[in-house]
């Protein structure tokens, strides 16, 4: 197959950014969709909703593990034959394929042939990304196996769908329902609900502005020598654009990262969207300083402002942070402001009343 970019090392700086920004997105949009259907993520459920997002973004990982940055070492003079099968590389598949199985069955209700069909597209799919060097973007496979692989990761699978049918009888609390029932998502989100908005924000800044450096340095628009000042310029500007003014139009007053987990920003007295200058103060309080210390490489800094932000929220119990009290704003679900309801959730509808009938038959005396 043609490679992208003539397969050299602007080819490999667009994968090395692409690739982490489009588990960003698909992560933003799988949350979205399980919130949006299910409500809050609660319980044993919530647990393996999460647990299949680790599991998909674990399988992309695998597919292109290592990721090298640079072209340089990456395809040997003389081509290396295919490594033979060995103890690591079998528990390695064996143990990123058996969480599908596991989860195929006990989160997604899937029968046996489907997931066995779920499995084997998987598997070949991992062998085709590592055959073709990340779809063209490398100039050579620099991380094949055997394609028996692809046979233990099936048979990972095939386990993993077995245990999840029959190792819950043996429990000691008994087996539970483990796929999700539709519940309101009102109230306050949790901090691990807050923590991904906020992390799918920082990827989708971060990784956005490295892969529009990445684009714009392989079709020359940039010259080399100059990617980490218009890399630094560029996350800037995201952070300005979708991080202070996005919220400020939007409805629930959040950002790109924030919606995807369904939180908004609420005002601290009634359930009503956050003034504006509150919201628009409390970003340059919170986001806009972790931004500029990532951007100056001092990103293990940040950690003390966000230290400092949930210093107060894990001790009250409305959950609200440093920022929140300083600028009278609240963390709240969306369906808090707007009162939507998930949209698997069963709802009574009363029977329809039947209408009065004008044709009876005439009364005979």
Same mark, same amino acid.
């Given at each position: $197959?043609?490679?992208?970019? +003539?397969?050299?090392?602007?080819?490999?700086?667009?994968?090395?950014?692409?690739?982490?920004?489009? $588990?960003?997105?698909?992560?933003?949009?799988?949350?979205?969709?399980?919130?949006?259907?299910?409500? =809050? #993520?609660?319980? &044993?459920?919530?647990?393996?909703?999460?647990?299949?997002? *680790?599991? +998909?973004?674990? *399988?992309?990982?695998?597919?292109? &593990?290592?990721?090298?940055?640079?072209?340089?070492?990456?395809?040997?003079?003389?081509?290396?034959?295919?490594?033979?099968?060995?103890? /690591?590389?079998? #528990?390695?598949?064996?143990?990123?394929?058996?969480?599908?199985?596991?989860?195929?069955?006990?989160?997604?209700?899937?029968? *046996?042939?489907?997931?066995?069909? #779920?499995? !084997?597209? @998987?598997?070949?799919?991992?062998?085709?990304?590592?055959?073709?060097?990340?779809?063209?973007?490398?100039?050579?496979?620099?991380?094949?196996?055997?394609?028996?692989?692809?046979?233990?990761?099936?048979?990972?699978?095939? @386990?993993?769908?077995?245990?999840?049918? %029959?190792?819950? @009888?043996? %429990?000691?609390?008994?087996?539970?329902?483990? %796929?999700?029932?539709?519940?309101?998502?009102?109230?306050?989100?949790?901090?691990?609900?807050?923590?991904?908005?906020? *992390?799918?924000?920082?990827?989708?800044? &971060?990784?956005?502005?490295?892969?529009?450096?990445?684009?714009?340095?392989?079709?020359?628009?940039?010259?080399?020598?100059?990617?980490?000042?218009?890399?630094?310029?560029?996350?800037?500007?995201?952070?300005?654009?979708?991080?202070?003014? #996005?919220?400020? $139009? =939007?409805?629930?007053?959040?950002?790109?990262? !924030?919606?995807?987990?369904?939180?908004?920003?609420?005002?601290?007295?009634?359930?009503?969207?956050?003034?504006?200058? /509150?919201?628009?103060?409390?970003?340059?309080?919170?986001?806009?300083?972790?931004?500029?210390?990532?951007?100056?490489?001092?990103? &293990? %800094?940040?950690?003390?402002?966000?230290?400092?932000?949930?210093?107060?929220?894990?001790?009250?119990?409305?959950?609200?942070?440093?920022?929140?009290?300083?600028?009278?704003?609240?963390?709240?679900?969306?369906?808090?402001?707007?009162?939507?309801?998930?949209?698997?959730?069963?709802?009574?509808?009363?029977?329809?009343?039947?209408?009065?009938?004008?044709? =009876?038959?005439?009364?005979?005396?």
């Amino acid at each position: $197959m043609g490679q992208a970019f +003539g397969g050299g090392q602007a080819a490999i700086d667009v994968a090395v950014a692409a690739l982490p920004l489009l $588990m960003v997105v698909g992560s933003a949009l799988y949350l979205r969709g399980q919130l949006t259907r299910y409500g =809050r #993520l609660a319980g &044993w459920p919530g647990q393996l909703t999460l647990a299949a997002l *680790l599991t +998909g973004l674990g *399988l992309v990982a695998y597919a292109v &593990w290592p990721l090298p940055a640079s072209v340089d070492g990456v395809c040997p003079v003389i081509p290396e034959p295919t490594p033979p099968l060995d103890v /690591r590389s079998i #528990l390695l598949a064996f143990g990123v394929f058996l969480p599908v199985g596991i989860l195929a069955r006990a989160r997604f209700r899937r029968g *046996l042939p489907v997931t066995l069909a #779920l499995g !084997t597209a @998987l598997a070949l799919a991992v062998t085709a990304v590592r055959a073709t060097g990340v779809l063209g973007f490398y100039p050579c496979a620099y991380n094949t196996g055997p394609l028996a692989l692809a046979g233990v990761a099936v048979a990972g699978v095939l @386990l993993g769908w077995l245990a999840a049918r %029959w190792a819950p @009888l043996f %429990w000691p609390l008994g087996p539970h329902r483990s %796929w999700p029932g539709a519940v309101p998502d009102r109230g306050v989100p949790d901090l691990t609900r807050r923590v991904l908005g906020t *992390l799918l924000d920082l990827g989708l800044w &971060w990784f956005g502005s490295a892969l529009t450096v990445a684009l714009l340095h392989a079709y020359g628009v940039i010259g080399s020598g100059v990617e980490d000042e218009v890399r630094t310029a560029l996350l800037f500007g995201l952070a300005l654009v979708f991080g202070l003014f #996005l919220p400020l $139009m =939007r409805r629930d007053r959040a950002t790109l990262g !924030t919606a995807a987990v369904r939180v908004a920003l609420a005002d601290r007295t009634v359930p009503r969207a956050a003034p504006r200058h /509150r919201v628009l103060l409390r970003s340059l309080l919170l986001q806009a300083p972790v931004v500029v210390l990532i951007a100056l490489g001092l990103g &293990w %800094w940040s950690l003390i402002v966000v230290a400092l932000h949930a210093s107060t929220a894990v001790v009250r119990p409305d959950g609200t942070g440093l920022a929140d009290l300083v600028c009278g704003t609240r963390v709240r679900t969306r369906a808090t402001l707007d009162g939507g309801l998930p949209e698997r959730l069963v709802r009574y509808a009363p029977p329809a009343e039947e209408p009065p009938r004008t044709d =009876r038959e005439p009364t005979h005396v």
